[in-house]
Structures are given as C-alpha cells and as structure tokens.
C-alpha cells in the first residue's frame, strides 16, 4: 500500500514566520499535488509537480519535488492570516485515483 | 477552471433514513467522477470511483449496499446514504477528472449529520 506521510499535522505560527511542510513516501509517483482546504470546503489545488527536482513557486509559496519523486515539501515565507487552513499533498495511486497525505492543519496567528 | 458542485451542502436526518447527495460537473463532461469521505480533522478518505455508464468501483471496507452510487449522465454522479446512522455523519467530498488529464477537481462538498 502505498503512504504519504506529512509532517507536521499541526502547526501553529505568529504572521511573518516562514513554515515548511513535508510530505514523504516510500514509492515513487509519476506527479504530486498540494492542496489547501478552508473548513466546510472542498480542497483546492495549488499545484502539481511532475519532474524530480523540480521546483514551482505561488507567490510566497514554494514547491518542491524531490529528485527521486518520492517526497515533497512546501516552504510558506512570511505566512500571513489568510494562509490559514489544511494543507494536503495527494499522489496518483492508480487509475487515477488520489492518495492523500493526512494534513497539516496550519493555523497562522496575528 | 472546471467547476464541480455539490447538493445540498448540508443536511440534517433522522437514523435510519436516506440521504441522497448530488455531484455535478457544471461546464464539462467527467466520465470519472470520486467520491471522498473526511472525519473532522482528518484527510480525505477515498470511498469508490464513479464511472459513467457502469458499476462503481469500491474501496475496501467501503459496502456498496450503504453507499449507492449512481453515474447516471456525464455530468452527474449521485451518492445515496442508506439505512444513515450517527457513524456516518461526515464530510462527504466528491471530484471529477477531464479527460485525458488526470487533476481531480474538487466540489466544496456536503456535510452530513445523522441524529
């Protein structure tokens, strides 16, 4: 069976602190995506990574696929209030189906 | 972007009722379609893939006689909660892919209490 681990599942910072999350697994994904959900909402994709290595960035928002394409991590620079919410990676597990790390609920303080 | 959406959003029942929840894909047509379930503060958990035109596809652990699904058109899939009990109050998520892409794009789901 295939597993994302992330870390940490709870995060709890002051506005203008930079955070990274991580998201880790033993099998090798074709993509991966992160997602931020609000409470009583769907999640909605910030994006997908494809290539080992490779790095996208959203703002203050940094991605990051490990070169093997088996992890990932996420770096929020001066997090902000509106960053607040639950962060899940996702990796293609097959035939399409999304496999879900558990969630980082991060909350981002005044 | 793709627009999913979800009816109701909410709903309240008595036990040992059924509870019918609506997926739709608004602007394409999603031969796949998900359903999720997701505990508070938990993940989303996969329950079965919808597949137009033919049987759903369950996970394991999932009952396929509590959970019907139905994916009667290309742009609508429904999930039908029978028998409810109090264990199945939960957030219930579904998303839908366009083909030939495979980014799932998510509804801003239901949130079901059983009392």
């Known amino acids: 069976t295939q597993l994302l681990e992330q870390s940490p599942q709870f995060l709890s910072i002051q506005e203008g602190e930079n955070l990274t999350v991580y998201c880790n697994s033993s099998s090798v994904f074709s993509s991966l995506q992160w997602y931020r959900q609000e409470p009583g909402e769907g999640p909605v994709l910030l994006v997908t990574v494809v290539t080992g290595g490779e790095v996208k960035k959203l703002k203050r928002l940094t991605f990051q696929f490990g070169d093997a394409r088996k992890d990932s991590s996420l770096h929020i620079t001066a997090a902000q209030t509106g960053d607040t919410g639950l962060y899940l990676c996702?990796?293609?597990?097959?035939?399409?189906?999304?496999?879900f790390g558990q969630g980082t609920e991060l909350s981002v303080k005044p | 972007g793709a627009v999913v959406s979800q009816h109701p959003s909410r709903v309240i029942c008595k036990s040992g009722t059924s509870v019918k929840i609506e997926c739709r894909s608004l602007d394409f047509q999603a031969t796949t379609m998900f359903w999720y379930r997701q505990f508070p503060k938990q993940s989303l958990m996969l329950m079965a893939t919808?597949?137009?035109?033919?049987?759903?596809?369950?996970e394991q652990g999932v009952e396929k006689d509590k959970f019907l699904i139905n994916h009667a058109s290309l742009t609508l899939s429904t999930l039908t909660v029978t028998s409810a009990h109090p264990e199945d109050s939960s957030f219930y998520i579904c998303?839908?892919?366009?083909?030939?892409?495979?980014?799932?794009?998510f509804g801003p789901g239901t949130r079901l209490l059983v009392l």
């Open positions: 919808s597949n137009e035109g033919s049987k759903a596809t369950y």
């Open positions: 998303s839908a892919t366009i083909p030939p892409e495979e980014t799932q794009y």
């Open positions: 996702a990796a293609d597990n097959q035939g399409g189906k999304l496999i």
